[in-house]
């Protein structure tokens, strides 16, 4: 009998940054040497640069094809991937220091965390969450793999369609050039894992308010809820950097998943061939829990906000603490207005029921277009 192996706080930490290595994404401490904050600055550009070269090579693709639909589509599929991984990388240039500073609290508590924490963490959100996002990573990466045997099954010349103005059919341009979007490829699938990442934050910050809420149910005197009170003020700021940190990524991602969405079901809509839908079919999956991949976590915020006012609404000696009861009806005000995390441009902010919304417009979006090719193709 083969017992499987649990998965723990600092396992899940180590899977996200192997998930990471790739674009050496995660942050670096505060004391790092600076030759080595320079050598990440540079990397991230390089990578800019790699990626950069392969969406201007599908760019040349389609407009070089523009009277064949067929090979429009196809040179599409990677366009919104690859812009996926530029705006990430801006993102981070752009948000670093808040980034670094939440990844580093965040740190700073799972080496600190008490055993019973742990096990309360384990129990509520490492056993529930871990295989779903697990689940994730490996998908994007397995896709990555699809790249690699996809020339050889299909009998194409490159991983993802493009075209250049100079010949690439011949050794060794066409090897530089495999490589090159294998590389770009494995650049696409860690920047999906930053979808793994965020929300990890975000599981974390609601797990730290979990904890509040536990002791807040134990507590018996005076002193220890005055801390409470400040642990829980901290905890805020801290989940309100997270939900801050966390909307430009989440962003990216709902545009990137969108203009997708939509292409894949163009793909479906204009006849393409079997082997280009069923690989679509997978990509349209992958685009949707992308998305969902954030909208849990963010629901799950909300509720644990509400939870942490239900059950100082429910302490037992609210009429025994005097002084204090303003500022448990503090706690109780600010816990009914929940940390958000709000995406950016006038959009709702991440929720279940965002998410809801979100597959509606989609499937209409596919009916509206089914509808105007049908009563295109009864025109002609």
């Not at 705006?87 to 600190?112: G, K």
């Not at 860690?190 to 509040?212: D, E, P, Q």
């Amino acid at each position: 009998m083969v017992i499987q192996e649990k998965i723990t706080l600092k396992k899940v930490i180590t899977v996200i940054k192997l998930s990471l290595f790739v674009i050496w994404f995660w942050p670096l401490p505060h004391n790092v040497s600076k030759r080595k904050v320079l050598c990440m600055k540079l990397y991230q550009y390089v990578c800019i640069l790699l990626t950069i070269t392969v969406l201007a090579s599908m760019i040349y693709a389609l407009i070089k094809n523009l009277d064949d639909p067929n090979l429009v589509v196809k040179s599409s599929l990677g366009l919104f991937p690859c812009s996926h991984v530029i705006w990430n990388i801006l993102c981070r240039i752009a948000i670093y220091q808040r980034l670094q500073c939440v990844t580093i609290e965040m740190e700073n508590f799972c080496t600190l965390i008490k055993p019973y924490e742990e096990a309360i963490i384990q129990k509520e959100y490492i056993d529930k969450c871990a295989n779903f996002y697990g689940f994730c990573i490996a998908s994007f990466y397995m896709s990555v793999f699809a790249l690699f045997v996809g020339p050889i099954v299909l009998d194409e010349p490159l991983p993802a369609y493009a075209e250049f103005p100079f010949d690439v059919s011949h050794q060794p341009l066409r090897a530089i050039t495999y490589i090159h979007q294998i590389i770009v490829g494995l650049y696409i699938a860690a920047h999906l894992s930053v979808n793994a990442f965020m929300a990890f934050l975000l599981w974390l910050a609601s797990a730290r308010l979990k904890l509040l809420i536990e002791e807040l149910r134990i507590i018996t005197n005076i002193y220890d809820f005055i801390k409470c009170i400040k642990k829980h003020q901290q905890l805020l700021e801290y989940a309100g950097e997270v939900a801050f940190t966390v909307r430009s990524f989440a962003f990216g991602t709902v545009f990137s998943s969108t203009v997708s969405l939509i292409v894949f079901g163009l793909i479906f809509i204009t006849g393409a061939s079997l082997p280009l839908k069923i690989q679509c079919t997978f990509l349209a999956i992958s685009a949707l829990l992308e998305v969902f991949m954030y909208a849990w976590p963010a629901e799950h915020l909300i509720h644990i906000c509400n939870h942490v006012a239900q059950t100082t609404f429910e302490i037992e000696w609210y009429n025994e603490l005097g002084n204090l009861r303003k500022n448990i009806q503090m706690i109780i005000l600010r816990s009914q207005k929940p940390i958000l995390v709000v995406l950016p441009c006038g959009l709702p902010s991440l929720s279940l029921r965002y998410y809801a919304s979100y597959l509606s417009t989609i499937f209409s979006y596919f009916t509206t277009m089914r509808i105007m090719f049908e009563g295109q193709s009864d025109v002609l």
